[in-house]
Every structure is written in structure tokens, then in C-alpha cells.
């Protein structure tokens, strides 16, 4: 694995998610999952610091009247219901714990579903970076992480989920997730693992 074609991509590591006071907190089954997946993506971002590898963060935020969603359903009709991620809110926010590494993070703004491709410049960036192996991490495991996933893929990379650094509503969907349809399309690795493929 080369890390100047490499890339990660932060999905969703947003205050309403990961903060304990966040609008959607409570949709995480266990608390402890949560601080497992900061902790081990916040390492990984301070092992990536000093390498090649494109770090880019593509959060979800919206008006205060959600005019970007039509009759939205599912998730994003709960989002709409809670008033979460409104942009310029701290919900809406990076975690700090994210924001205070020393990781060079490009932010990438206009996310306004599941798939971070979709209404962002994510698939320029890449290509105009040369990457051809994109690395996933984030939330929820079971929406905006695997239609990245799956998009990524369709658009030509090759795909890494990090099955430590993503945040699942409860232990049946992560388990589902990671070992019965994760790797029908990519390489389901801990970040750990994914440190030494890298030789760091």
C-alpha cells in the first residue's frame, strides 16, 4: 500500500454523533463504542500525520430549515426531527478530539445525505491526488459509511473499511456490517493493522 495514493475519509465525526450531548448520541446502543472508535481514530490520524496519505473529512450540516431535504425518510427525516446538524451549530461541529491532532485534514463541505460523493468535490480531490485505495472511517456504519464504501468502489478505488474507527447504532448491525457484507466490496481492516501495511 502506497500512502501518496492513499486516502481516508472522516465521515461524520460531528459533536450530535459523538459528544455525549449531541441530538443523536443516543442512537448509539453502547456509550463505550463510541469513546473506542474516537480513541482509535484519533491515533490512527496521529500515525497518518507525517505520511503522504490524503486525510479528508466531509461532515453533513444543514439550514435551519432543512430546505435541503425534500420529505426526507429514515435517518435523515430523524435528523430533521431532532434538529441536528444544522450547520454553524456545535452540533454540527468537528469533535475536537479529531480537530486537535496533528493531522492535516482537508474539510470538504456540501454533504447533504448518506453518500459523502454525492454534492462534494470528494471524487476530484482524490483523482486530481492520484489516489487509488480509499480508507473509511466514521458514521453510522450501516448508512454513510458503507454507500461510501460502495460508492468508492464503483468510482474505481480500491476501498479499506476500518472496522475500529466506525461508529454502528448497535453490536448486531456492527457485526452484520464488518463480516457479512463489508467485504463483499473491500478489505475490512483494524487501524492498527492498516498502521503497519503502511510501515509506519
Known amino acids: 500500500m502506497q500512502d ?8 461524520g465525526f460531528q459533536n450530535d454523533y459523538f459528544s455525549k450531548d449531541g441530538l443523536l ?3 448509539i446502543e453502547n456509550p463505550q463504542v463510541v469513546e473506542n472508535v474516537i480513541i482509535n481514530t484519533t491515533n490512527l490520524l496521529e500515525a497518518l500525520a507525517d505520511t503522504e496519505v490524503l486525510i479528508v473529512e466531509t461532515p453533513v450540516k444543514f439550514t435551519s430549515d432543512y430546505r435541503e431535504l425534500d420529505e426526507p425518510v429514515g435517518i435523515l427525516k430523524i435528523i430533521k426531527d431532532a434538529g441536528a446538524l444544522i450547520k454553524d451549530t456545535y452540533g454540527s461541529a468537528t469533535i475536537e478530539r479529531v480537530k486537535k491532532t496533528s493531522a492535516d485534514i ?11 460523493f454525492s454534492n462534494t468535490n470528494v471524487d476530484n480531490l482524490l483523482k486530481a491526488n492520484n489516489i487509488e485505495h480509499v480508507m473509511i472511517a466514521g458514521a453510522i456504519t450501516s448508512l454513510c459509511v458503507d454507500t461510501a464504501g460502495r460508492e468508492a ?3 474505481g478505488y480500491k476501498v479499506s473499511i476500518l472496522s475500529d474507527c466506525i461508529l454502528s447504532r448497535t453490536q448486531f448491525e456492527e457485526k452484520y456490517y464488518i463480516e457479512e457484507i463489508m467485504p463483499l466490496y473491500s478489505t475490512v481492516i483494524s487501524s492498527d493493522k492498516l498502521v503497519e501495511s503502511l510501515a509506519l
Open 153 to 155: 468502489l464503483d468510482l
Open 106 to 116: 482537508t474539510t470538504l463541505t456540501g454533504k447533504r445525505g448518506l453518500n459523502c
Open 4 to 11: 501518496a495514493k492513499t486516502a481516508l475519509l472522516l465521515i
Open 25 to 27: 448520541y443516543g442512537a
